[in-house]
C-alpha cells in the first residue's frame, strides 16, 4: 500500500514537497504521475531502488526532482517554481523498473490534489 501526502494549495512560484510512504519499499522503483483534470494521466518521474532518478515530463524539468530513503520506506517528490499548469492529483506508484508506462506498475496510492493558484 502506498500512501501518498504534502499536497495542498499554493501560489505559483512557491515550492511543495509530496512524500510518498510504503512498507517495503527499497526493492521498488518509485514513479510520480498526475492527472489534470479533462486530462490524461501524465508521467513526471521515477527513481530507481538505487537512487537514481528518470524524468519524463519535459514541462517538469530542473523544477522537480525526487530522492528516496529506503530505511525509512519514503519517497519524496520536490517540487520548485511551481505553475498553474502543475495543478493535478499527484499519485505515487510502485513497480520493478523505472517507466513512464502506467500499466508496468503494480501498486498505486490513492492521490494527493495540487493546486496552484493566485
Known amino acids: 500500500q502506498l500512501v501518498e501526502s504534502g499536497g495542498g494549495l499554493v501560489q505559483p512560484g512557491d515550492a511543495l514537497r509530496l512524500t510518498c510512504a510504503a512498507s517495503?519499499?527499497?526493492?521498488?522503483?518509485i514513479g510520480w504521475f498526475r492527472q489534470a483534470p479533462g486530462k490524461e494521466r501524465e508521467a513526471v518521474s521515477c527513481?530507481?531502488?538505487?537512487?537514481?532518478?528518470?524524468n519524463y515530463a519535459d514541462s517538469v524539468k530542473g523544477r522537480f526532482t525526487m530522492s528516496r530513503d529506503n530505511a525509512k520506506n519514503t519517497v519524496w517528490l520536490q517540487m520548485n517554481s511551481l505553475k498553474p499548469e502543475d495543478t493535478a492529483v499527484y499519485y505515487c506508484?510502485?513497480?520493478?523498473?523505472?517507466?513512464?508506462?502506467?500499466?508496468?506498475?503494480?501498486?498505486w496510492g490513492q492521490g494527493t490534489q495540487v493546486t496552484v493558484s493566485s
Open positions: 506508484a510502485a513497480a520493478f523498473v523505472c517507466s513512464d508506462y502506467a500499466d508496468i506498475y503494480d501498486y
Open positions: 517495503l519499499l527499497d526493492d521498488y522503483a
Open positions: 527513481i530507481r531502488s538505487g537512487g537514481e532518478m528518470e
